[in-house]
């Protein structure tokens, strides 16, 4: 074990570089849709507070890592929650251990390039905004100004002075006077809070609109009209056939017929995305194993120089 890498939340978020990154999960986002990934559902044992989940996964060409993460409510911040814990990557070969990796850097900027990567595949032109400004909100923010710093992002939450500060992030953030407002000019809707119930309202997102919702671990953080109304896109099946914590609170008991497109089929081209520039598209993220693998991966390979 003397050999293993290990890093703390600063080196790890270091060395997450952001087009990297944003490759690395395109390619376990298709490896899922392709059923090539071995990621069992996630577990999790429940505790008053929050919950401690685990999660397993493998991607060939990119490897075999395990995240121990929990998940607890801030009660000092309500609709804020934390995500603390370690990723452990292995030799997918001989299975050593390789590293140990802070997994609340690898847990919000694998999900924000994986929300990127819904709204670039699936939204239409047109102002970009940020609902949220915990952690996941400011590691969306960052991802944005370093792939797409010269398109305008908006920032909206409770707390004006966190919403400015959030918006700072980012050469061409602003924050919002409020959430209602901005959403209702949105094109893109990016969603990042730790809310028991919805903060964002179908009546509230205009024609054409692109709705990547990433919290709601603890709740659902949108309506139930929205997602009647929506095209329904997720980054694995379990996304809807499983109970949460592993399944999305908001994709439960969906009617007969409506269907939940994976989006590494539309990044494989495997599967159409928007059906017209009036459609209401919604991802709905759970998080996934193979997302951590691939942000593992670009650790590791920053680091010893392996990465591509």
Do not use: N
Not at 147 to 156: G, H, L
Not at 266 to 272: E, R, S, T, W
């Amino acid at each position: 074990m003397s050999d293993v890498l290990v890093l703390d939340r600063a080196a790890t978020l270091a060395a997450l570089d952001p087009g990297r990154l944003m490759d690395a999960v395109a390619d376990a986002l298709v490896a899922v849709a392709r059923d090539r990934a071995s990621a069992p559902p996630r577990t999790a044992a429940l505790a008053p507070a929050g919950l401690l989940g685990a999660m397993p996964g493998y991607v060939p060409g990119l490897g075999l890592a395990a995240k121990l993460v929990s998940v607890f409510r801030d009660p000092d911040r309500p609709g804020r929650s934390s995500h603390r814990g370690v990723v452990v990557l292995f030799d997918p070969e001989d299975g050593s251990p390789l590293a140990v990796l802070d997994a609340e850097p690898i847990t919000a900027w694998r999900t924000a390039a994986s929300a990127t990567h819904s709204a670039l595949a699936l939204a239409g032109p047109g102002p970009v905004v940020v609902v949220g400004t915990g952690a996941q909100a400011r590691a969306q923010v960052s991802l944005l100004a370093a792939i797409r710093p010269e398109v305008p992002v908006t920032v909206a939450g409770r707390d004006p002075e966190a919403a400015r500060a959030t918006a700072a992030l980012h050469p061409e953030g602003r924050a919002a006077g409020d959430i209602e407002s901005a959403v209702r000019e949105a094109a893109t809707v990016y969603c990042c809070t730790g809310a028991t119930s919805p903060v964002v309202r179908r009546a509230w997102l205009a024609p054409g609109a692109h709705l990547s919702s990433v919290g709601g671990s603890h709740g659902p953080e949108i309506d139930t009209e929205t997602v009647r109304d929506g095209d329904l896109f997720a980054e694995w099946p379990g996304a809807a056939a499983t109970p949460p914590p592993s399944g999305a609170h908001e994709l439960q008991g969906l009617p007969a017929g409506h269907r939940v497109t994976l989006l590494g089929s539309v990044l494989a081209g495997d599967a159409p995305g928007r059906r017209s520039p009036d459609s209401l598209t919604v991802f709905k993220s759970t998080g996934h194993a193979a997302l951590d693998v691939a942000a593992a991966h670009v650790v590791h390979g920053t680091v010893t120089g392996g990465a591509r």
